[in-house]
Structures are given as structure tokens and as C-alpha cells.
């Protein structure tokens, strides 16, 4: 059974930083699109840093230069370093994957992603 297993979340105050891990099993992540997404409270659920099969990658403008996502083939692990966190980071986030290429033109939809984890929460305090 595929499984996606996030790890990493917790409370941090503004301006710290958290990594994310999503330990994954039954594939192999080299040859998936692996992504990042978040839900907040009462907001709809937004994309927040996709890499896809070929290691090109593509970030919400509200993380880009503070959040960066990588990847360990060997421990078939994906990552997301969050850095300068602020309060509106506050979130559920979710790793989720998608086999081969990512699709469409818009990979931060998510609307591709086949597989999803349970998520775990970010709560960043001012």
C-alpha cells in the first residue's frame, strides 16, 4: 500500500524555521512529480513548492526565497526547508505525488497528484 508519512511540523515563532519530511514507500520518488501543499483554516488548499521528475521546480510566490524543497533518492524521502516563517504560514501541509511528469501547466494545483499524505500542522506565532 503506498504510503506518504510527513513528519516535521510544530510551533515555531516568526522568523524560525522547520523542516518537513515526507518518508514515502511502494515507489520510487526519482520518477514521481513530489510536491508540497498546504491548507489553512478555512482557506481552500494551495500548492506551495512542486519538484518534478527531472528536478525542475516550482514555488508559490508568497515562499519563494524563504522555503526549499529537496529530495533524497536514497532514503525515498522528500523535504521542504521553511525558513523566515511567518505568522500566515500557519497550515496543515501535505506532501502528495504524482507518477512521472507533472501535468498540466500548473503544477501547483495539485490536481495531478495521485497520492497524498495525512498532513501535519505548522503553527507560527507573531
Known amino acids: 500500500q503506498v504510503q506518504l508519512v510527513e513528519s516535521g511540523g510544530g510551533s515555531v515563532q516568526a522568523g524560525g524555521s522547520l523542516r518537513l519530511s515526507c518518508v514515502v514507500s511502494?515507489?520510487?520518488?526519482?520518477?514521481?512529480?513530489m510536491g508540497w501543499f498546504r491548507q489553512a483554516p478555512g482557506k481552500e488548499r494551495e500548492g506551495v513548492a512542486v519538484?518534478?521528475?527531472?528536478?525542475?521546480?516550482r514555488y508559490a510566490e508568497s515562499v519563494k526565497g524563504r522555503f526549499t524543497i529537496s529530495q533524497d533518492n536514497a532514503k525515498n524521502t522528500l523535504y521542504l526547508q521553511m525558513n523566515s516563517l511567518k505568522p500566515e504560514d500557519t497550515a496543515m501541509y501535505y506532501c502528495?505525488?504524482?507518477?512521472?511528469?507533472?501535468?498540466?501547466?500548473?503544477?501547483?494545483?495539485?490536481?495531478?497528484?495521485?497520492?497524498w499524505g495525512k498532513g501535519t500542522p505548522v503553527t507560527v506565532s507573531s
Open positions: 502528495a505525488a504524482e507518477p512521472g511528469y507533472c501535468s498540466g501547466g500548473d503544477w501547483l494545483s495539485g490536481y495531478g497528484m495521485d497520492y
Open positions: 511502494k515507489f520510487s520518488i526519482s520518477i514521481y512529480c
Open positions: 519538484v518534478n521528475k527531472d528536478g525542475r521546480t
